[in-house]
């Protein structure tokens, strides 16, 4: 349960919230659009739910690029290095239990889910774009993949597999939010209000 005396400390900035969110939006509007498509194949509205499952994949896009940018030049919290953590993996894969220390930022654990997440991604949106420009002719390879059946055949299966691991990963970071909230542990609303809770006597690390 949550520890009876807590502190609350801002950790997680406006911009890197807000590019969460739009992460997620555009993942869910990226699901819904494609099993639309798919229930309305051969349809009078096939080709428009596509279109629309194609600028959701552009809004994914652009916030993956942002997302990219401000992990660069972005504060501690939000930074690529608040992502990486070796050592904790190491040691917890060795112990076979979490690291128990508190942090202010990313759990180390959930990081390399996150890395995965992102991973994933940026594959969903490179075979995404050229599935857009062989099949649809649409988007900025459009120029140079227009028409290209043969590139169709070659990214529809990694595209799918992106896609269900996409799905996994969803599941995977709603039910741990559920489980934290069973525990007491204030973690869904960090990326609404961008604090974090501690124990008020517990050390906090930093790194």
Not at 90 to 104: E, I, W, Y
Not at 181 to 188: H, K, S, T, W
């Amino acid at each position: 349960m949550l520890h009876s005396s807590t502190q609350a400390r801002r950790v997680y900035d406006p911009l890197l919230r807000a590019l969460h969110w739009a992460i997620a939006l555009s993942v869910v509007a990226l699901v819904v659009t494609s099993q639309l498509a798919e229930a309305a194949e051969h349809g009078p509205y096939e080709t428009t739910i596509w279109n629309l499952h194609i600028l959701a994949g552009y809004g994914l896009s652009t916030a993956l690029l942002a997302r990219l940018l401000w992990g660069l030049v972005g504060p501690a919290s939000a930074r690529w290095r608040d992502l990486w953590h070796p050592a904790a993996w190491k040691s917890s894969l060795k112990a076979m239990r979490l690291p128990s220390a508190h942090r202010a930022g990313h759990d180390p654990i959930a990081s390399l889910a996150y890395l995965f997440a992102y991973a994933v991604m940026a594959l969903m949106v490179a075979t995404g774009l050229g599935l857009a420009a062989s099949e649809f002719q649409a988007g900025p390879l459009a120029a140079w993949l227009g028409g290209a059946g043969w590139l169709e055949d070659f990214l529809e299966d990694p595209h799918e597999a992106g896609f269900a691991l996409m799905l996994g990963f969803v599941g995977l970071h709603m039910a741990a939010l559920v489980f934290h909230q069973l525990r007491g542990e204030r973690v869904a609303q960090s990326m609404v209000t961008g604090k974090q809770y501690f124990p008020a006597e517990s050390g906090v690390r930093h790194d």
